[in-house]
């Protein structure tokens, strides 16, 4: 998943999660728009991603869908990379 998808994926999770709060998206689609505190925010959340219990979803998800999952996840962490942000290996 490339950056901006992982950032539309959080952002459909909070607002589907924090209705009464108002639903209104944690991040900038935009990653020129993101602050310093929101990249360190999403390098945690997708070293979580990568985890390999959070990554097969418990042992649920193999073959084909997992090989996906992991080559978004990568992709989105090399997005982030490459805006100067080291995100953690787990």
């Known amino acids: ?3 901006k ?10 607002m589907m999660f924090n ?5 209104q998206p944690v991040y900038p689609e935009d ?3 993101l602050l310093d505190r929101h990249k360190e925010e999403l390098a945690g959340r997708i070293a979580s991603a990568l ?9 649920e998800l193999r073959g084909a869908q997992l090989r996906a ?3 978004l996840l ?3 962490k090399a997005d982030l990379e ?4 080291v995100v953690p290996a787990y």
């Open 31 to 33: 990653t020129d728009l």
């Open 5 to 14: 998808a992982f950032i539309q994926q959080e952002n459909q999770m909070h």
């Open 19 to 23: 209705r009464k709060a108002g639903g």
């Open 74 to 76: 990568h992709k989105a």
């Open 82 to 85: 490459a805006l100067g942000v």
């Open 69 to 71: 999952r992991a080559k």
């Open 51 to 59: 985890s390999p219990e959070a990554l097969t979803c418990d042992g």
């Open 1 to 3: 998943m490339s950056l």
